[in-house]
């Protein structure tokens, strides 16, 4: 190619033959190709040179350190070991403080406080729940098994509902326990 049009085409060896200026492209690319190849060697002598120095460099600080260290020895024959300091008593508030200041500021502190608070409350009101509920269906049972008794005996009695137990104070259905229970669980 040549000003954008095509001079010449064919084979890679029709074009080595016939055409001159193939030859001598092929000739530039090779002589590249020579020039980057001195270029490397140069430059890898030239690393090899700044490594011995380097290496010479650190192998003089090395001995000098060794002969520093060797009069540090000389000097301290039997240094006495200091533990590592510790300090008694209790913690300054401004220890406590940088806690805060790092974990967000003092309203985030407050706001996870208040939220570990009030997931215990939950946890707790579970467990009173749990117990009152259970309250709840033993008197139940109880009053269940009373009644079958009385009725063996006479048919005078009418059966309370579950809701009109003297343990159920605010006469709630089994139904409604378990949603209660359900949902304090769920808020935990």
């Keep these: 190619m040549r000003a954008g049009k095509i001079v010449a085409q064919g084979t890679y060896h029709e074009l080595k033959n016939g055409v001159a200026e193939f030859e001598k492209l092929i000739e530039m690319g090779s002589k590249g190709e020579e020039e980057k190849q001195k270029q490397k060697i140069a430059y890898e002598k030239q690393e090899s040179v700044e490594h011995s120095h380097k290496l010479r460099s650190q192998r003089s600080m090395s001995e000098a350190s060794q002969l520093s260290f060797n009069m540090d020895l000389d000097n301290n024959k039997d240094p006495a070991y200091e533990g590592e300091s510790q300090k008694e008593g209790s913690v300054d508030f401004g220890v406590y403080l940088s806690y805060i200041k790092s974990g967000g500021g003092k309203f985030t502190m407050i706001l996870l406080c208040s939220l570990f608070m009030l997931a215990q409350i939950f946890y707790s ?27 063996t005996s006479t048919n005078s009695t009418p059966p309370l509902n579950f809701e009109e137990l003297s343990k159920n104070y605010f006469h709630l259905t089994r139904e409604q326990c378990v949603y209660i229970y359900a949902s304090l669980i769920v808020i935990c």
């Design 125 to 151: 009101s579970t467990d009173v729940w749990l117990k009152e509920w259970v309250n709840i269906e033993e008197a139940n049972s109880a009053y269940q098994k009373e009644v079958r008794n009385i009725s």
